[in-house]
């Protein structure tokens, strides 16, 4: 699903963040969307390139799930792209890779090339409010779920971008 936000040669180069789940139709799309609603917000375009992408398959080309969307939506937040899956060259593409839950955790160290640029983290690791957990997968849930997601995902996405923003001098 990708969302890169235009760079130039006269920024700061990008931080580029990878945001990764099972089916790159909720969860992911959604932290993607919610990291960049606050980059945008901070007028911080320029500083950041995001994408999202699938550990599985099954969902590869479609838009993110129309009940993460409308959730999405309803907080001024707009999800878009289509599904992609995780490549091997994204450990070389982004320096961030951040799994959604531990299983896709997982996945991605089994899949990583030995000598890797990316770091590869659980996202919640940065939840003041969750540190480990994973995100619930809403798919097969209410739409309670999605809200909760998004709760999940801006709060992460917040505390996040302060890590990775310097201290002022
Ligand atoms: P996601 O949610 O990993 O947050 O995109 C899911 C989407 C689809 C399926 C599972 C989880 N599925 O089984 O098709």
Do not use: K
């Not at 550990?55 to 992609?84: F, L």
């Not at 739409?143 to 310097?166: N, Q």
């Amino acid at each position: 699903m990708a969302t890169p936000i235009a760079s130039d040669s006269r920024s700061t180069p990008s931080i580029r963040v990878l945001f990764v789940c099972l089916g790159n139709i909720c969860r992911s799309p959604a932290a993607e969307a919610a990291f960049l609603h606050l980059v945008a917000e901070a007028g911080r375009h320029r500083e950041f390139v995001a994408d999202s992408a699938g550990t599985g398959a099954w969902h590869v080309g479609e838009p993110a799930d129309g009940r993460m969307r409308q959730a999405a939506v309803r907080r001024g937040i707009e999800i878009r792209g289509v599904a992609r899956q995780v490549t091997r060259t994204d450990f070389e593409d982004f320096d961030w890779i951040l799994a959604m839950d531990a299983s896709n955790l997982d996945t991605l160290h089994r899949m990583a090339p030995a000598a890797r640029h990316a770091r590869v983290r659980l996202f919640r690791d940065f939840d003041p409010d969750g540190r480990g957990r994973d995100v619930p997968d809403p798919y097969y849930g209410d739409m309670h779920g999605f809200d909760e997601v998004l709760d999940i995902v801006t709060r992460t996405a917040r505390a996040f971008l302060a890590e990775l923003t310097p201290p002022a001098a």
